[in-house]
């Protein structure tokens, strides 16, 4: 069956870095986009950014426009997301998702895309 598995979250300063990865098993991973989507605290489900399948295509919602890259390896089949001058508000809980970026807005819903991770903590705080 299609499984997800996001790691790399933990609690880091304002300006950090943190480098999440999603290990996906139980579907042909290279054919697929791949999305992250965060949920910080107390709010919905927020699109982040979006890769296509051969990893030669990204988009970004631009409050991380600069400091956030997403990658894949697809021989690995492993969807990562290198984030930057990490700031409070980034504060979430961060999943990998099979599909691209919605069309119609940044905040979504889980059926929005076709299999979700359990998800990682990133937490930004001094």
């Known amino acids: 069956q299609v499984q997800l598995v996001e790691s790399g979250g933990g609690l880091v300063q304002p300006g950090g870095s943190l480098r999440l990865a999603c290990a996906a098993s139980?579907?042909?991973?290279?054919?697929?986009?791949m999305s992250w989507v965060r949920q910080a605290p107390g709010k919905g489900l927020e699109w982040v950014s979006a890769?296509?399948?051969?990893?030669?295509?990204?988009t970004y919602q631009d409050s991380v426009k600069g400091r956030f890259t997403i990658s894949r390896d697809n021989a690995k089949n492993t969807l990562y997301l290198q984030m930057n001058s990490l700031k409070p508000e980034d504060t979430a809980v961060y999943y990998c998702?099979?599909?691209?970026?919605?069309?119609?807005?940044?905040?979504?819903?889980?059926?929005?895309?076709?299999?979700w991770g359990q998800g990682t903590q990133v937490t930004v705080s001094s």
């Open positions: 139980g579907f042909t991973f290279s054919v697929y986009q």
């Open positions: 890769i296509n399948s051969g990893g030669d295509s990204t």
């Open positions: 998702a099979t599909g691209p970026r919605p069309l119609y807005s940044d905040y979504v819903d889980r059926a929005d895309f076709g299999s």
